[in-house]
Nanobody, 115 residues
Framework: QVQLVESGGGLVQPGESLRLSCVTF????????MGWYRQAPGKHRELVAR????????YYADFVKGRFTISRNNAEKTVYLEMNTLKPDDTAVYYC????????WGQGTQVTVSS
């Protein structure tokens, strides 16, 4: 059974940074594009960033472009999201999944940006 386990969230002040990790268990991780998604209270889940299977190409939503960086380690079946210059609007639960999403969602990791 495939399982996604996200970690690395927390409470930070505006302008600070966090690095999220997502380990994938039970899937052929290296064959699939992966994405980070987020869901803020009262809003739909949205794509934040994605990365191709080989890690050579990335895509970012406009609202994080220039601040966030997605990367992956296929040997460790892990995808990362480096988040810099965080803003209160970045507050959400962050999830990883294939792109397009096709696996059961994990529990996510809460990111709260507040002064």
């Amino acid at each position: 059974q495939v399982q996604l386990v996200e970690s690395g969230g927390g409470l930070v002040q505006p302008g600070e940074s966090l690095r999220l990790s997502c380990v994938t268990f039970g899937s052929l991780f290296s064959r699939y594009d992966m994405g980070w998604y987020r869901q803020a209270p009262g809003k739909h889940r949205e794509l934040v960033a994605r990365i191709t299977a080989g890690g050579r190409t990335t895509y970012y939503a406009d609202f994080v472009k220039g601040r966030f960086t997605i990367s992956r380690n296929n040997a460790e079946k892990t995808v990362y999201l480096e988040m810099n210059t965080l803003k209160p609007d970045d507050t959400a639960v962050y999830y990883c999944n294939q792109y397009p999403y096709n696996l059961p969602w994990g529990q996510g990791t809460q990111v709260t940006v507040s002064s």
